[in-house]
């Protein structure tokens, strides 16, 4: 099955510079690579995805990157906010199944 | 915007006995999932749900959960007997055709 590694496991950030977060996945057949945002005790929020036929989404501070040959993808956050401050997952899905197989996630702190 | 609900928040519950945790998805979704969070890790994927039937489920649902979609808004997650590793936040989520999936807030179910 899909096994999604996600680094680092935790990233500190002074506030306005870029955080980087990166994943690889073993599956190749997987084509959809969302990305969410936990805060402490909510619920995982989807900020930004991207479909395999792409290689890359951007979405205001918010992009990710996918290498389909390498099996990677990154979450890109530009000019960091505390706001931003959360655990961020990765996560893989082949379009012919239902399961999201998640990262083991990435404390983001930003340091005001 | 639309969210899944789910109930209740927190669920104290002895060990050995059934729990059931109730969800309900975003109105015009037709898939439906079960995760799990155990503190401090990350999301696995228990099961998914479409046309009133299991269409994918992992090695941790075993014959102790059953799903159920007992009218058109409510989906619960059944644990028949349940154990101290049970004890985790669980997450239901739904999509509709093609789009991602939409987490609610969890249920914390904690096993004494």
């Known amino acids: 099955g899909e096994n999604v590694e996600q680094h680092p496991s935790t990233l500190s950030v002074q506030e306005g510079d870029s955080a980087v977060i990166k994943c690889t996945y073993s599956d190749s057949a997987s084509n959809y690579f969302p990305w969410y945002k936990q805060e402490l005790g909510k619920r995982p929020q989807l900020i930004i995805d991207i479909r395999s036929n792409v290689g890359e989404k951007k979405d205001q501070r918010i992009a990710v990157t996918l290498n389909k040959t390498a099996k990677h993808f990154s979450l890109h956050i530009t000019e960091t906010q505390p706001e931003d401050s959360a655990v961020y997952f990765c996560a893989a899905k082949n379009f012919g199944n239902e399961k999201l197989t998640f990262g083991t996630g990435t404390r983001l702190t930003i340091i005001p | 915007e639309p969210e899944v609900t789910q109930t209740p928040s927190h669920q104290v519950t002895q060990m050995g006995q059934e729990v059931i945790l109730r969800c309900v998805p975003i109105?015009?979704?037709?898939?439906f999932y079960w995760y799990r969070q155990i503190l401090g890790q990350k999301v696995e994927f228990l099961v998914s749900f479409y046309n009133n039937e299991i269409s994918e489920k992992s090695e941790i649902f075993d014959d102790q959960f059953s799903v159920e979609r007992p009218d058109g808004s409510n989906f619960t997650l059944k644990i028949r007997s349940t154990k101290l590793e049970d004890s985790a936040m669980y997450f239901c989520a739904s999509r509709a055709y093609d789009q991602p999936q939409h987490f609610g807030d969890g249920t914390r179910l904690s096993i004494l």
């Open positions: 109105s015009n979704h037709l898939y």
